[in-house]
Nanobody, 116 residues
């Protein structure tokens, strides 16, 4: 079955950086676009960044553009989210996501906390 395992979250101060990692299994990773979402309590989950199958095309939410970079290593079935210039409003649970078999699949989520 599809498994997405996130790591790399944690606590960081204003202006700091973190890199999230998602290791995928159970599906043909090379042929699937991959996404990072985030969610804060009381709000809907929002798309942060998406990367196409080959890794050369990426799209970002306005809040992430210019600060975050999504990338992937198809040889390792891994997708990354490099986050720079972090702000307190980036504090959220971050989720790796893929659509496979017309179904949404999510990782367990990883907490990112940015202190001011």
């Amino acid at each position: 079955q599809v498994q997405l395992v996130e790591s790399g979250g944690g606590w960081v101060q204003l202006g700091g950086s973190l890199t999230l990692t998602c290791i995928a299994s159970g599906f043909d990773f090379t042929n699937h676009a991959m996404n990072w979402y985030r969610q804060t309590p009381g709000k809907e989950r929002e798309l942060v960044a998406a990367v196409a199958t080959h890794g050369h095309t990426a799209n970002y939410a306005a809040v992430a553009r210019g600060r975050f970079t999504i990338s992937r290593d198809n040889s390792k079935n891994t997708v990354y989210l490099q986050m720079n210039h972090l702000r307190p409003d980036d504090t959220a649970m971050y989720y790796c996501h893929v659509i496979d078999g017309f179904k949404d699949h999510w990782g367990q989520g990883i907490q990112v906390t940015v202190a001011s």
